[in-house]
């Protein structure tokens, strides 16, 4: 049944997006072996296996199909970490895909260095409108030396999504989400002391955050340093510099005070992503007040009963950041794939509109084209039941993101495991600041061969 309503869904969308004539029209363009009659099978794998989510790209295969009739889909998909390590031995096999999915940075890069991803780069030059459809941040993490490797499929972003009702009750006031109206980090903790709750006993029965010390690759940590003005790498991204700067201990030492000194946050090592105790398991059961978290967050949370809100995270003071750091995904083709051409209009309509649109009602995704944060177009993707009202003030900071440093790094794996390693000995084991911040930035020297 969710499959059936899903399709129509998109089929209404493909209407939609026509009419509204964005970018290229993928839907009416045919291939050379359309022309001839070749029958084409092209094979997609992707990473999305939840259930939620699963279903779009076989009912986008089937949409794609029905208007390429040579063409046949077949669509595999495996969750994380297998996903990235099947990857790998799919590109050197004889069942390679033609099209697969690909995160942001140095994942990308080593497909590009490999010659395993097709450059587009003639694509998008031919087709400059189509280009320049997409927000910034969304197509440049796929940009490697000369090159462009792969089609952008959607972005996300850290906020907060917090319990209305819970703030209410406390007194506190909603969370800003303007950009020059966000609370300070000293205004956050003050409103954080008043939403959590001790019993007699001693027990913290409400905390009022939550998901703070998520590791480096996660971005927190990362969109922090940026709101303080604190920059850990040089121009090129070839070397760490300045890590252990004032900047940098104030964000650090802020994130475990929330936990240790002020007792708002819980024990993340409690709140484990594996256990029913999850960070937004204890947001949906009323644990926790407010949390730190990717705007993907909604689809789940946006079926509980939960009165959410969401907002931008708070500032130290010092920034002159004025838009959200984002992930993107994007689809790579096959370099040795005997059917690039029908790769890439499958690829084109994975990043249309008409794909698009039913995802982004859901919340899962955020819209990566130009077009959809504009006024006239935003109804075609708010869900009023997923996105709160006070959502569209967030609009200007999504067109205007900007992607994470990290993509820009070789070795980003080692380089995140480094971080987290003597994050953990600074949140766990009693390490002072400026010796975790010159470790981090001892080591990622060592990686980069520095």
């Not at 922090?224 to 252990?244: I, P, R, S």
């Not at 949390?291 to 967050?297: F, K, P």
């Not at 480094?418 to 975790?436: G, K, L, P």
Request: aromatic content about 12%.
């Amino acid at each position: 049944m969710k499959r059936k309503v899903i399709s129509t869904v998109i089929a209404a969308c493909m209407v939609v997006g026509t009419m509204a004539s964005f970018g290229t029209s993928v839907n009416a363009a045919t291939s050379k072996s359309e022309d001839s009659g070749e029958k084409v099978t092209l094979k997609l794998f992707h990473n999305w296996i939840n259930v939620d989510e699963a279903p779009y790209f076989e009912d986008i295969a089937e949409e794609f199909e029905s208007t390429h009739p040579n063409v046949d889909i077949v669509v595999e998909n495996v969750g994380d970490p297998d996903y990235k390590s099947k990857l790998k031995v799919m590109l050197g096999a004889d069942d390679a895909p033609d099209i697969f999915f690909s995160w942001s940075g140095e994942f990308a890069y080593k497909f590009a260095r490999a010659g395993s991803a097709l450059d587009l780069t003639e694509y998008y030059e031919e087709d400059s409108e189509w280009k320049d459809s997409f927000i910034q941040a969304a197509l440049e993490p796929f940009q490697y030396e000369e090159g462009i490797y792969g089609v952008p499929v959607r972005v996300d972003a850290k906020l907060m999504i917090y319990n209305k009702d819970l703030f209410e009750e406390a007194g506190v006031e909603p969370m800003p989400t303007e950009w020059d109206k966000r609370w300070t980090w000293d205004e956050f903790v003050e409103n954080m002391k008043k939403l959590t709750k001790v019993s007699d006993d001693g027990t913290t029965t409400q905390y009022g955050t939550c998901n703070w010390q998520e590791q480096y690759s996660l971005y927190v940590l990362q969109e922090l340093l940026d709101l303080n003005g604190a920059n850990w790498y040089n121009e090129d991204m070839t070397a760490a510099e300045n890590v252990d700067s004032e900047e940098s201990k104030e964000v650090i030492e802020g994130i475990k005070a929330l936990r240790t000194e002020y007792g708002v946050a819980p024990d993340p090592t409690a709140a484990g992503s594996d256990t029913s105790n999850s960070p937004t398991a204890m947001f949906l059961t009323g644990q926790v007040a407010s949390i730190a978290i990717g705007s993907y967050a909604l689809q789940e949370i946006s079926q509980s009963d939960i009165n959410y809100g969401v907002g931008l995270f708070p500032t130290f003071g010092k920034d002159d950041a004025d838009a959200f750091m984002v992930s993107s995904d994007m689809k790579c083709i096959n370099s040795e794939t005997e059917h690039s051409e029908e790769a890439l209009l499958l690829a084109e309509y994975m990043s249309s509109q008409d794909f698009g649109i039913p995802i982004y009602q859901t919340g899962l995704w955020m819209p990566n084209q130009k077009a959809l944060y504009e006024d006239e177009n935003i109804s075609l993707w708010f869900n009023e039941d997923v996105y709160p009202e006070e959502w569209k003030n967030l609009i200007p900071v999504f067109y205007n993101a900007k992607d994470k440093p990290t993509d820009k790094l070789s070795n980003v794996n080692s380089i995140n495991d480094a971080v987290d390693e003597q994050m953990q000995a600074f949140y766990y084991a009693d390490q002072d600041a400026d010796t975790t911040l010159q470790n981090i930035e001892n080591n990622i020297n060592s990686i980069l061969g520095k």
